[in-house]
């Protein structure tokens, strides 16, 4: 598998596309106004404790009080089985050192943990921890186990917590102890801050996008990261020569004269990744609609009509769905609560099979994933870790003529309302006549269709109504003027 990172950055924002064999699977995008605080370490204020919800907010100087569950307490974290209270833990006007685990999405604010962890290019360390742990995705036992006793050996008596990466296993020695080093001095950087800023300070604060993507993007598989900025190419090899070196020959500038997004197509992806509909190969298709508390797929066999059997032609478009709906996940950065509703299937050997291709597809994903079986109704639960706002929720507002319903009112409803209005206004304050300024469609609607109705009222307030089109409206504005 050919595996390429490209890089586009402008002084407003970064992007990276992550490409396979020449098909976009992820997307990253960080603006300069907008950069995710994920991973920030700040000295925070309880401003509030709620006992009865076992959480507290906190004042991070942020525009919103971020917020701490007991669960993201690191007294909790350390005795799991004690029944410790929130209350017994933190008080108000406390000064706190917290990090950001979660960003502030729609109207939550950031979700904070008193746990600390600083990630590094192989090991991330959890200062007040003793223990050293291992990344979910190694999952052979005796590797495991090798990793664990190898950095164990390197640490000698530094009882301080780390959690071994997986681009640990290609490491030397060298290169771990460097790490470690590094690691050591951010927080030797950050608890000497925690003295002498004052609260609300910001003490730390992760990588820019481009630089995370070298320490936590590049793998084995990644040939080239592609970068079209000569200046930023030249930043993001000193930090690889420094703390990255196999990555180093990797890092290259591109210079041609096609934007780099457009050559390989990821703005066309990020156009088809916007869209409700996602098109299958074989004529099948996918909706997808997004709400602040989960997502929904449904999928549709549309004009594929297969070659054997009914049940054969679902099977075929609920297998190639599957891939899909994972490269859709990473390409949305889709998060939360996702309800995929697969064509019906009576063959549970079929429903078998399309569970355990879903199950692969997305073992690919770097973000957390987990996969419910089918429910008595034919769906599956996914949910996937969200840190981040959503492709949509960085690129698009709500809709002012709709305000975010994906649907606006048809002219004749509007028409039906405005003379609502009319008869309202009458009853009130008995005006010698009346104007009706509105859209086109509208005054066209109250022209033909609705003239009848129109005419009615004309003849039962005794009163004339004049109409006007403004041309600014849209099809849901309409202002009744009284003369």
Same mark, same amino acid.
């Given at each position: 598998?050919?595996?390429?990172?490209?890089?586009?950055?402008?002084?407003?924002?970064?992007?990276?596309?992550?490409?396979?064999?020449?098909?976009?699977?992820?997307?990253?995008?960080?603006?300069?106004?907008?950069?995710?605080?994920?991973?920030?370490?700040?000295?925070?204020?309880?401003?509030?404790?709620?006992?009865?919800?076992?959480? %507290?907010?906190?004042?991070?100087?942020?525009?919103?009080?971020?917020?701490?569950?007991?669960?993201?307490?690191?007294?909790?974290?350390?005795?799991?089985?004690?029944?410790?209270?929130?209350?017994?833990?933190?008080?108000?006007?406390?000064?706190?050192?917290?990090?950001?685990?979660?960003?502030?999405?729609?109207?939550?604010?950031?979700?904070?943990?008193?746990?600390?962890?600083?990630? /590094?290019?192989?090991?991330?360390?959890?200062?007040?921890?003793?223990?050293? @742990?291992?990344?979910?995705?190694?999952?052979?036992? =005796?590797?495991?186990?090798?990793?664990?006793?190898?950095?164990?050996?390197?640490?000698?008596?530094?009882?301080?917590?780390?959690?071994?990466?997986?681009?640990?296993?290609?490491?030397?020695?060298?290169?771990?102890?460097?790490?470690?080093?590094?690691?050591?001095?951010?927080?030797?950087?950050?608890?000497?801050?925690?003295?002498?800023?004052?609260?609300?300070?910001?003490?730390?604060?992760?990588?820019?996008?481009?630089?995370?993507?070298?320490?936590?993007?590049?793998?084995?598989?990644?040939?080239?990261?592609?970068?079209?900025?000569?200046?930023?190419?030249?930043?993001?090899?000193?930090?690889?020569?420094?703390?990255?070196?196999?990555?180093?020959?990797?890092?290259?500038?591109?210079?041609?004269?096609?934007?780099?997004?457009?050559?390989?197509?990821?703005? %066309?992806?990020?156009?088809?990744?916007?869209?409700?509909?996602?098109?299958?190969?074989?004529? @099948?298709?996918?909706?997808?609609?997004?709400?602040?508390?989960? %997502?929904?797929?449904?999928?549709?066999?549309?004009?594929?009509?297969?070659?054997?059997?009914?049940?054969?032609?679902?099977?075929?478009?609920?297998?190639?769905?599957?891939?899909?709906?994972?490269?859709?996940?990473?390409?949305?950065?889709?998060?939360?609560?996702?309800?995929?509703?697969?064509?019906?299937?009576?063959?549970?050997?079929?429903?078998?099979?399309?569970?355990?291709?879903?199950?692969?597809?997305?073992?690919?994903?770097?973000?957390?994933?987990?996969?419910?079986?089918?429910?008595?109704?034919?769906?599956?639960?996914?949910?996937?870790?969200?840190?981040?706002?959503?492709?949509?929720?960085?690129?698009?507002?709500?809709?002012?003529?709709?305000?975010?319903? /994906?649907?606006?009112?048809?002219?004749?409803?509007?028409?039906?309302?405005?003379?609502?209005?009319?008869?309202?206004?009458?009853?009130?304050?008995?005006?010698?006549?009346?104007?009706?300024? %509105?859209?086109?469609?509208?005054?066209?609607?109250?022209?033909?269709? =609705?003239?009848?109705?129109?005419?009615?009222?004309?003849?039962?307030?005794?009163?004339?109504?004049?109409?006007?089109?403004?041309?600014?409206?849209?099809?849901?504005?309409?202002?009744?003027?009284?003369?």
């Amino acid at each position: 598998m050919k595996e390429q990172i490209l890089v586009n950055i402008t002084p407003q924002e970064t992007r990276v596309a992550t490409v396979e064999d020449g098909v976009v699977q992820d997307i990253h995008i960080e603006r300069a106004s907008q950069r995710g605080l994920v991973g920030n370490i700040y000295l925070g204020v309880v401003k509030r404790v709620l006992p009865g919800m076992q959480s %507290a907010f906190i004042e991070i100087g942020l525009e919103r009080a971020a917020f701490l569950h007991i669960a993201d307490v690191i007294e909790q974290r350390q005795h799991p089985n004690d029944e410790l209270r929130i209350e017994r833990l933190v008080h108000e006007g406390q000064p706190i050192l917290v990090q950001v685990i979660k960003d502030p999405i729609g109207t939550k604010g950031a979700r904070l943990s008193t746990q600390i962890s600083i990630a /590094g290019r192989f090991l991330v360390f959890l200062p007040q921890e003793t223990h050293i @742990g291992i990344s979910q995705r190694i999952e052979n036992n =005796e590797e495991r186990d090798r990793l664990r006793s190898r950095l164990e050996s390197l640490l000698a008596q530094d009882h301080l917590g780390y959690i071994i990466r997986t681009s640990a296993d290609h490491a030397t020695d060298q290169e771990l102890l460097a790490d470690i080093d590094y690691l050591n001095l951010i927080w030797a950087d950050i608890r000497q801050k925690s003295q002498t800023l004052p609260p609300k300070s910001l003490l730390f604060q992760d990588l820019s996008l481009q630089l995370r993507t070298l320490r936590d993007m590049v793998n084995t598989e990644t040939q080239e990261v592609l970068v079209d900025s000569r200046e930023n190419v030249a930043k993001m090899r000193d930090f690889a020569q420094s703390f990255v070196a196999d990555v180093f020959p990797r890092v290259q500038h591109y210079s041609g004269e096609r934007p780099l997004f457009e050559l390989y197509g990821v703005e %066309a992806e990020i156009e088809r990744a916007l869209a409700r509909r996602v098109n299958l190969k074989f004529g @099948g298709y996918l909706i997808i609609d997004q709400t602040e508390a989960m %997502a929904t797929i449904d999928v549709n066999t549309g004009g594929f009509v297969g070659h054997r059997s009914f049940d054969d032609t679902i099977f075929k478009t609920n297998l190639e769905a599957t891939h899909v709906i994972a490269r859709q996940l990473r390409l949305r950065n889709l998060g939360g609560i996702i309800i995929v509703d697969f064509i019906d299937m009576d063959n549970e050997a079929h429903k078998h099979a399309v569970l355990e291709e879903l199950q692969k597809a997305l073992s690919r994903d770097r973000t957390k994933v987990t996969v419910s079986n089918f429910t008595s109704l034919g769906l599956v639960e996914i949910t996937r870790k969200r840190t981040r706002e959503s492709l949509a929720h960085v690129l698009c507002e709500p809709c002012p003529t709709c305000q975010g319903r /994906g649907q606006i009112r048809t002219a004749e409803t509007v028409c039906h309302e405005i003379l609502r209005e009319i008869l309202r206004e009458e009853r009130q304050f008995k005006a010698r006549e009346y104007r009706i300024l %509105a859209s086109q469609n509208v005054i066209d609607m109250f022209l033909d269709e =609705e003239s009848a109705s129109l005419a009615q009222l004309v003849d039962f307030i005794g009163k004339p109504i004049y109409l006007q089109v403004e041309t600014a409206y849209t099809q849901e504005q309409f202002d009744v003027v009284l003369m």
